[in-house]
């Protein structure tokens, strides 16, 4: 059986029944007499069954009308709760964000954008995944995250990717390679000559790279593949060979022991943005946050 019972028929109800008098339970409301007996006979007719005896003297409550008032505030508190958590998720005092990064991304945007948010909207959960970009775009098809943060990639054609920046490439060496000695650029061409440490095949750098290489007609093949910056940052200290890195990927590895050189000839430059799931709304927590990346983002990676 569908009950059709309304927050307002449960405030008329615990009305009549703390006052027992519907005249004086109707002032209380705001109501006309008959108004609050409309709303009394539509819970009657919902729970079907009488809640009041009523003679032109008294009124007191039926063995129904006992059974209901033992819950009617509980039923009330856990209406008002729920549309409280509802509206806080609408206006963006709570609910939850979840975020896919790389995990150049999440070292050195992902931490000022959490805490700048979380200024704003202390009681939002969030959460974050710094993985490769091939699983960052799965975990957003999965609706597993509410988008992700990393370089863009064609082969996603069912997700929209929104472009924030762009991220220029630079060669790390150590301090005792030739191509240290200069101050300037290092022409990508120059550098196929020394043994490089690359990220895997299934990273968007190691892609860059290999269409950059494909661009001057030649092939490239590093002599190290591994998937943690920081292996390529103690390999290049230690002279084991030259990377070509994203800017912020560098970032991360740091300038201990290693010259930091741009790159040309040409010059690689990866698009960072946001992937999200089409036709699928955002949260108002998830609006808020993709609105404070879209105007952060280029002064925290200038």
């Not at 509410?146 to 929104?162: C, V």
Request: aromatic share 6%; net charge positive.
């Amino acid at each position: 059986m569908e009950i059709n019972i309304s927050a307002r028929d449960i405030r008329a109800f615990l009305a009549v029944v703390n006052d027992l008098s519907f005249s004086q339970a109707a002032q209380k409301m705001h109501l006309s007499q008959s108004a609050l007996s409309t709303l009394i006979g539509r819970l009657e007719e919902a729970v079907g069954a009488r809640l009041f005896h009523r003679t032109t003297r008294t009124v007191t409550l039926t063995a129904a009308g006992e059974a209901l008032a033992a819950y009617a505030d509980q039923l009330l508190s856990d209406i008002e709760r729920a549309v409280t958590a509802v509206r806080d998720i609408a206006e963006v005092r709570r609910g939850r964000v979840a975020i896919a990064a790389l995990p150049s991304l999440a070292a050195r945007i992902i931490p000022r954008l959490f805490r700048a948010y979380g200024e704003k909207y202390p009681d939002v959960r969030l959460s974050l995944i710094d993985t490769l970009s091939m699983p960052a775009f799965e975990l957003v098809r999965e609706g597993r995250v509410d988008f992700a943060l990393t370089a863009a990639n064609p082969a996603y054609t069912d997700l929209d990717y929104l472009p924030l920046t762009t991220d220029s490439f630079v060669l790390l060496m150590a301090r005792s390679h030739p191509l240290a000695r200069g101050r300037g650029a290092v022409r990508f061409t120059d550098t196929l000559s020394s043994p490089h440490i690359s990220m895997s095949r299934h990273t968007s750098v190691r892609q860059y790279l290999d269409a950059a290489a494909l661009q001057r007609g030649v092939g490239f093949y590093p002599a190290f593949e591994v998937d943690h910056l920081a292996t390529i940052g103690a390999m290049v200290r230690e002279g084991l060979g030259v990377s070509a890195l994203p800017a912020m990927a560098a970032d991360v590895i740091g300038a201990t022991g290693i010259v930091r050189r741009p790159l040309v000839d040409p010059a690689i430059r990866r698009s960072i943005g946001l992937v999200m799931r089409r036709a699928v709304p955002l949260s108002a927590a998830s609006e808020s946050m993709l609105a404070l990346l879209r105007q952060q983002v280029p002064d925290w990676v200038s």
